[in-house]
């Protein structure tokens, strides 16, 4: 167990609609990163955030996303949702967000878009 | 920019054989190098990193990794595997970019260790 938890852990849904996936890092973890797992693309940094602010940006599409909010768990909107965002999201946590930091991974979201 | 080549998408190798999985990057500024491992249904957990000094790094569960320079590569090793490494695994580079972290993975070579 990372200490990192990801709400929900299945989420199906249809085309054109919006979800909302949350992380809560570990305790004392200042930054969050987003990630997606998909068959095709691999996986991708989406974006990153320490203490509340946008730290880094990754192939984030701009119908996606993100905050991080005063109690440092973090928040991925997904929006207009299409057939290729099917996929796992992960977030990770690190104590201070810098590249050498290790980054520890939650068990994922499965996002389904029917 | 940055890529990360892992070239074999599968690796099979029998219990206690030797194993390298290799990866080969490219990148205009200095990077640090990591390599995660991705058990099924799980996120992922660091393996090893290597920043700066030796270049052989060792992580958990017994791996190595060499970092290579002038060959941009940083293969992972392990002298004897288990059966309990069969799983994902996955070279990283990050890189800090006009003050931007960029992170990019390899596309994952799965292990998969025959009794």
């Known amino acids: 167990d990372s200490g990192v938890t990801q709400t929900p852990k299945h989420l199906i849904t249809a085309t054109g609609q919006r979800v909302t996936l949350r992380c809560s890092p570990r305790s004392g973890d200042l930054s969050v990163y987003w990630y997606q797992q998909s068959l095709d693309q691999g996986l991708q940094f989406l974006i990153q955030?320490?203490?509340?602010?946008?730290?880094a940006k990754g192939n984030i599409l701009e119908r996606f996303s993100a905050q991080q909010f005063p109690d440092l768990h973090s928040e991925l909107n997904l929006s207009s949702l299409e057939l290729g965002d099917s996929a796992l999201y992960f977030c990770?946590?690190?104590?201070?967000?810098?590249?050498?930091?290790?980054?520890?991974f939650g068990p994922g979201t499965r996002l389904t878009v029917l | 920019a940055q890529s990360v080549t892992q070239l074999d998408s599968q690796v099979p190798v029998f219990e206690e054989a030797p194993v390298e999985l290799r990866c080969n990057y490219s990148?205009?500024?200095?990077?640090?190098l990591f390599w995660y491992v991705q058990y099924p249904n799980q996120g992922l957990q660091l393996l090893l990193k290597?920043?700066?000094?030796?270049?052989l790094v060792k992580g958990i569960n017994g791996f190595e990794a060499e970092f290579n320079k002038s060959q941009t590569s940083f293969h992972l090793r392990k002298p004897s595997v288990h059966i309990s490494d069969t799983a994902e695994y996955f070279c990283a580079v990050r890189s800090n970019s006009g003050g931007y972290q960029k992170v990019t993975f390899g596309t994952g070579t799965k292990l998969q260790v025959i009794p």
């Open positions: 990148s205009s500024v200095s990077v640090y």
């Open positions: 955030y320490y203490n509340g602010e946008e730290r």
């Open positions: 990770a946590s690190s104590v201070e967000g810098r590249q050498w930091d290790e980054q520890f």
């Open positions: 290597y920043l700066s000094g030796s270049t």
